[in-house]
């Protein structure tokens, strides 16, 4: 869609999350949902996947769960290593313009310019998170990180479901 604005883009594409929420019975069928639209309808959302708190794991790990995208080798990642661990830990949403100058870039692709992670907070602990790996050098504008947000959110509503 050439002539549309960025942020109409996100907000397109924010509706539709928002549709496949209302209709997702389980946070699994949501999160395989937003990871498809995502990678298929933000063009420079290159990999898209989710990594989730292995319950129970001492000390955590993140696993991997629903992506789109290459096979990444990072499928396990510990809370105290690359840009995931970063945002699990701090529990803050993480932009990287430039992953080769960050020294806690996990490298996936060697394609990979940037990166954003949110994590996704269930009853105000950290469950998870969405990564979201671009060919581009920063890629990931202020609107781009309210889209990728409001997805963390409304899958963490949906772990809270009973
Ligand atoms: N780059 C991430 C690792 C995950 S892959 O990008 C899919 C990191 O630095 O934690």
């Known amino acids: 869609m050439p002539s549309a604005s960025k942020s109409s883009r996100t ?3 924010r509706k539709e999350v928002d549709g496949l929420s209302a209709k997702a019975s389980t946070p699994d069928q949501l999160m395989d949902g937003i990871t ?7 063009l420079k959302y290159n990999w898209v ?3 989730m708190l292995e319950p ?4 955590p790990v993140l696993v ?4 789109q995208g290459a096979m990444t080798p990072h499928t396990r990642i510990p809370l105290n290593q690359g840009i995931c661990g970063a945002a699990a830990s701090s529990g803050r949403t993480v932009v990287v313009d430039d992953v080769h100058s960050d020294p806690r870039y996990l490298a996936c692709s060697i394609e ?7 994590p996704v907070f269930a009853r105000g602990l950290v469950a998870g998170e969405l ?3 671009s060919h581009f050098p920063a890629a990931f504008s202020y609107e781009d990180r309210l ?6 959110q409304l899958v963490g509503k949906h772990l809270e479901r009973p």
Not at 56 to 59: A, D, H, L, N, Q
Not at 147 to 152: D, F, R, S, T
């Open 11 to 13: 907000d397109e594409v």
């Open 36 to 42: 498809r639209l995502l990678h298929d309808k933000m």
């Open 56 to 59: 129970g794991s001492k000390p």
């Open 131 to 133: 990564d979201i790996d």
């Open 147 to 152: 889209l990728v947000e409001h997805c963390a």
């Open 49 to 51: 996947g989710f990594y």
């Open 64 to 67: 991997l769960g629903h992506f």
């Open 112 to 118: 990979t310019k940037s990166e954003i992670v949110v």
